[in-house]
C-alpha cells in the first residue's frame, strides 16, 4: 500500500473531523456513546480536541521527552454547547502547526516514528475511529475510504508493540506460533499476526495458513481491531477457524 503524504494526512484529517463538527454541531451532548461506556458525545468531542491540542503543543514545541496532555492548555469553554466549536478550532490549530512543520524533523512521540510525520497521521485514525464513535451514537452508519481504513490498520499494528500494557497481555494469552489473519473483501488487502514474543505482522500472506481469518470490509475491520464492532456480527464478517483466538487477541490488544 502507498502511503500518503505529510500534506495528504493533513488534508485527510481536515476533511474527516469537517465531517465531525457538522455532525456533533446539531446534536445533544449528553448522548450516551455505546461504543465508549460511560462517556457522552460531550467527553468524546472533549477528548477528540484535547488530542488535536497535545499534538500541536507536542511538535511546536519539537519534544524531545514525553509531555501529558493534562499539562496543555485547553481553553475548553464552560458551556458544552460550544464543544463543537471549540473542536473545530482546536483542529485548525494543529493542522495550522503540522502543515508549517517538517515531516522529517524529529520529534517525540507515542508511536514506533519519532518524526513529526508521526502526528497526521495518527490524528486521521483518531478522527476517524472517534466519528464512527458519534456516527453510531447518533444511528448513523460509518463510511470510511476504504484505502484510508487499510493503512490505518497498517498503523495501529506498527504502533502496537510501543504499548507496553499490550504487550504484556499478548504475552499471557499463552498462544505462540498461532496466526490470525484479517482479509479485506473491497481491497486486495490481508494481514498476517503471528504471535510469539509479543506479536509480529506481515502483509499479503493470503497463503499462509491461519488459526483464524476474519473476513469484511477494510472500514469494518479496522473498527473491529478498535473494538467499536464485535466479530459476531455475522452481516459484516465471515469468521474462519478458531474465534475464541479472535476475541481473546482483541480482548488483548485493546486501547
Known amino acids: 500500500m502507498t502511503r500518503l503524504t505529510h500534506e495528504q494526512y493533513c488534508d485527510a484529517v481536515e476533511a474527516v473531523d469537517t465531517r465531525f463538527v457538522e455532525l456533533v454541531a446539531g446534536a445533544d451532548p449528553d448522548t450516551p456513546l455505546p461504543t465508549c461506556p460511560g462517556w457522552t458525545l460531550a467527553d468524546l468531542i472533549k477528548h477528540h480536541g484535547t488530542t488535536h491540542r497535545w499534538m500541536e503543543h507536542l511538535v511546536r514545541r519539537r519534544a524531545t521527552e514525553r509531555v501529558w496532555s493534562r499539562d496543555v ?77 487499510a493503512d490505518g490498520i497498517d498503523e495501529f499494528l506498527e504502533n ?73 456480527d455475522a452481516d459484516r464478517f465471515l469468521v474462519t477457524g478458531n474465534g475464541e483466538l479472535l476475541t481473546s487477541w482483541l480482548a488483548a490488544t485493546a486501547l
Open 73 to 149: 492548555p485547553l481553553d475548553l469553554p464552560a458551556d458544552t454547547a460550544a464543544y463543537p466549536a471549540w473542536l473545530a478550532g482546536s483542529v485548525e490549530l494543529s493542522l495550522r502547526t503540522l502543515r508549517g512543520a517538517d515531516p522529517d524533523t524529529p520529534n517525540w512521540t507515542h508511536g514506533a516514528d519519532q518524526h513529526v510525520r508521526f502526528f497526521p497521521r495518527r490524528l486521521l485514525y483518531e478522527a476517524v475511529v472517534h466519528l464512527a464513535d458519534a456516527e453510531l451514537a447518533l444511528d448513523r452508519a460509518p463510511r470510511i475510504v476504504p484505502s484510508i481504513a
Open 160 to 232: 502496537l508493540p510501543c504499548y507496553s500494557w499490550v504487550a504484556e497481555r499478548v504475552s499471557r494469552l499463552d498462544r505462540d506460533g498461532e496466526r490470525l489473519r484479517f482479509s479485506s473483501t473491497n481491497t486486495d488487502d490481508s494481514w498476517l499476526i503471528t504471535l510469539g514474543n509479543g506479536c509480529t505482522w506481515e502483509t499479503g500472506r493470503d497463503d499462509a495458513p491461519a488459526t483464524v481469518t476474519a473476513h469484511g470490509s477494510s472500514g469494518d475491520l479496522l473498527l473491529l481491531i478498535y473494538g467499536r464492532l464485535q466479530p459476531g
